[in-house]
Every structure is written in C-alpha cells, then in structure tokens.
C-alpha cells in the first residue's frame, strides 16, 4: 500500500476553528470517523457563508454533495481544538471540487485530508445551474 501525500498547512487559503464534541468520541477514545464528513461540511459552508457565496435559506441556487473522500492520518479526541483548512482545486461550469485539511491547532500536518464535490442546482427543479458570480469570485479567492 502506498502512503498518501499530505499536504501541509501553507497549502490551504482559508481557515476556521473546529471544537471536536464529547459526542464525537466512539468506543475507541478517538473522535470517529463519521464526524470529519461534518467537519469538511461546516468548513466549505462557513466559508461560502461568510463570503457572502451563499444564502442557504432563500438563494435560488444549492450546492448538492455528489462526492466526497477522506484520508486519516492521525487520532484526535476529545476536547482537541482543531483547525479547518479549505482550498479549492477545480471550478467548472456548476460545480466546484474543494479540498479539506483537518489541523490540530498550530500543527503543520493535517489529521485527515479530503475532498468534496458540490454540483450547483436550481434549488426548486434540481437541475444543474451556472455558478453565480458571487459565488465564483468567492472560489476564486481559494483557488489554488
């Protein structure tokens, strides 16, 4: 089995601090790994949020996940302060592949990396739709 190539801190254009739960923990003592699928999804979100990318109660167009895939690297647990890390790798037409780090604070190598692949659509037929401009200025910001 080959080893995946990390990525580190200075590789990553957008930060945001993640407080791990009690109710993250499993059985093992260590924070399950269920729970980054929600980290990556708080990451990307706060970020368009934030940019002003995304309206997720009364926008016209939705990001839908249709992909997503994550590497673990190292354990953390409860009460770890992490870090959230956002870059984005490709912007088509309707939809964006976004890359994510999960850091222990001040730590340069990530616990997890992975990916996650939103398809843009038109919130009431589903069908896919153009990113807005807003929004790709937002993910130009992060492009690398």
């Not at 964006?96 to 780090?101: D, Q």
């Not at 604070?105 to 990916?115: I, K, L, S, T, W």
């Not at 038109?122 to 130009?140: F, M, N, S, Y």
Request: negative net charge; glycine residues 6%.
């Amino acid at each position: 089995m080959t080893e995946t190539k990390k990525s580190p801190r200075t590789a990553y254009k957008h930060f945001t601090p993640i407080q791990t739960r009690w109710a993250d923990n499993d059985i093992y003592g260590h924070v399950n790994n269920v729970a980054y699928y929600g980290f990556f999804d708080t990451i990307v979100n706060e970020y368009l949020i934030s940019a002003g990318a995304l309206d997720i109660h009364e926008g016209a167009v939705i990001g839908l996940v249709v992909e997503t895939q994550c590497n673990y690297f190292a354990p953390v647990s409860f009460p770890d302060e992490l870090e959230g890390a956002l870059r984005v790798a490709h912007i088509g037409n309707s939809s964006v592949r976004y890359e994510i780090g999960v850091f222990k604070q001040n730590d340069d190598a990530p616990v997890a990396e992975g990916h996650f692949i939103h398809v843009y659509v038109d919130r009431e037929t589903r069908r896919p739709a153009k990113l807005l401009d807003v929004l790709r200025a937002a993910l130009e910001k992060i492009s690398s």
